[in-house]
């Protein structure tokens, strides 16, 4: 934990609304199941169990516990908007002079654990909140660093499992549950490398919630995959892999993005992406984290039949070595002609279509044609998307990326925010 916990007096009243007022430690999406599981080293472990005295002071030979408070308070965040709920329920752990650990109160019931598994089914968000006094510093530390390594231990995609499209169209896990991909994309990982590491990704996820990193590998812009010498490009690998490696640490998925852009059509460089594509999956076919999206956006006067007939080839190919993973296909017009995609679509399972939007830039026109794609039945997915205007820069407009924002949400439509880094452009993270 490095920032800073929150502290506010013990006696507060623990209402949702007094928690909103305070920055909540955020861990991460986090399934009943593993709450129980931390609770249960509570109550398994000899010295600390939930409602009996126990001593935190033997168990872990620190002196000073005056105080401590851990409340949990759950987030219900259903996959579709009808599911959604909120609820904050808390368990407090006091402890007396002598430095006792106890339950002072929940709003559980006294067997509270097992009210929650009502909710078995869906997905909790979970804050952890320290109350009491300064000197409590060191206990609230130990309580947060046992649910940070139960997190760390089953996290998103130890939960989740290997992905897939459903006949419906919704992105479902392993349980056959919508799950909504939510996440991050890089910039060019030849420009902004730096960003590109565990603690990075670790924070994204913990404080912004987000279950995916996209790896966005240009191929032909100046520095890009397809157009630099071979050192730059095993430089390119390299960042790309520790990416990968990153978020598999993490229990993150991760979508390797073959981003093209300024060589417009996907088949210009088609060989070197039928090696890349290879490469990733020959080495990570086996691994529910990954998926792969090959062509960022297609766009000048490429066909959508040319798209097409890339991407059978290139969804063979990563299928030979990973036959269960998703593919992400681009659209004609810079991703944003799933309309005309949706009245044609790829003969192969396991595929999402990429609408592209920048809020201040598309507005119903895009948006009438992803009902369009939506009626049609085709999976739609925002691989990429900006609150700004479509050049990455100009102004920001909110109400148009609120307007955007509730359709995907009202749909289970997954989405990427673009872009994580500190470049001097309106869409850039930091
Ligand atoms: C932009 C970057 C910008 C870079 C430019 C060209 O934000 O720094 O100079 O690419 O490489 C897209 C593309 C995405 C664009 C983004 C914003 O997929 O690469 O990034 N955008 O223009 N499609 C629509 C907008």
């Known amino acids: 934990y490095q920032q800073p916990l929150i502290w506010f007096p013990a006696e507060s009243c623990l209402t949702p609304s007094v928690l909103k007022r305070f920055r909540i430690y955020s861990l991460t999406h986090l399934k009943i199941e593993k709450l129980l599981r931390t609770l ?3 109550n398994q472990s000899p ?12 168990l872990y030979g620190v002196t000073d516990v005056a105080g401590v408070v ?31 650990v106890h339950l002072v109160a929940d709003n559980l019931t006294c067997t509270g654990l097992s009210q929650i598994s009502l909710f078995h089914n869906h997905s ?22 046992l649910f940070d390594s139960a997190i760390e231990a089953a996290g998103i995609v130890s939960e989740h499992g290997q992905l ?24 060019n990982l030849a420009w902004y490398p730096e960003y590109v590491n565990v603690d990075t990704f670790r924070k994204l996820r913990d404080e912004f919630n987000i279950n995916t990193i996209r790896l966005a590998m240009y191929t032909a812009e100046d520095g890009g995959y397809c157009v630099s010498d071979d050192t730059a490009r095993q430089q390119m690998l390299a960042c790309l892999t520790s990416g990968i490696e990153a978020a598999i640490q993490l229990d ?23 090696s890349f594509f290879e490469r990733i999956a020959s080495t ?8 792969y999206e090959i062509c960022n956006e297609p766009n000048g006067d490429t066909s959508w039949d040319e798209i097409k007939s890339y991407s059978v080839d290139v969804i063979d190919r990563i299928r030979m070595y ?5 593919v992400i296909v681009g659209t004609p017009t810079w991703s944003q002609d799933v309309d005309i995609a949706s009245s044609s679509p790829i003969e192969r399972t396991n595929l999402l279509y990429s609408l592209h939007f920048y809020a201040a830039t598309h507005k119903e026109d895009l948006q009438s044609k992803m009902q369009t794609a939506l009626t049609n039945g085709l999976p739609v997915f925002v691989s990429e998307f900006g609150i700004t205007e479509a050049s990455g820069n100009g102004i920001v407009d909110t109400t148009s990326a609120d307007t955007w924002m509730k359709l995907l949400n009202e749909n289970g439509i997954g989405y990427i925010y673009w872009n994580l880094s500190n470049k001097d452009e309106a869409c850039a993270l930091l």
């Open 40 to 42: 249960d080293y509570f």
């Open 124 to 145: 909790f968000r979970c804050h952890l909140v320290c109350l009491g006094s300064q000197n409590s510093l060191n206990s609230c530390n130990i309580l947060a660093n």
């Open 284 to 291: 990570y076919g086996d691994k529910p984290n990954i998926l």
């Open 322 to 326: 990973a036959p269960q993973s998703i």
């Open 252 to 274: 993150m998925y991760v979508i390797v993005d073959w981003h093209i852009l300024s060589d417009s059509n996907p088949n210009l460089y088609k060989e070197t992406a039928l």
């Open 47 to 58: 010295s600390l169990v939930l409602r009996q005295r126990s001593s935190l002071h033997n």
């Open 164 to 187: 897939s499209v459903s006949s419906s169209g919704f992105v479902v896990d392993k349980n056959q549950s919508v799950f909504q991909i939510q996440g991050i994309s890089t910039h």
């Open 70 to 100: 851990l409340v949990v308070s759950l987030q219900l965040v259903g996959s579709l908007n009808d599911l959604t709920d909120n609820r904050v329920l808390y368990i407090i752990l006091n402890s007396n002079d002598n430095g006792l």
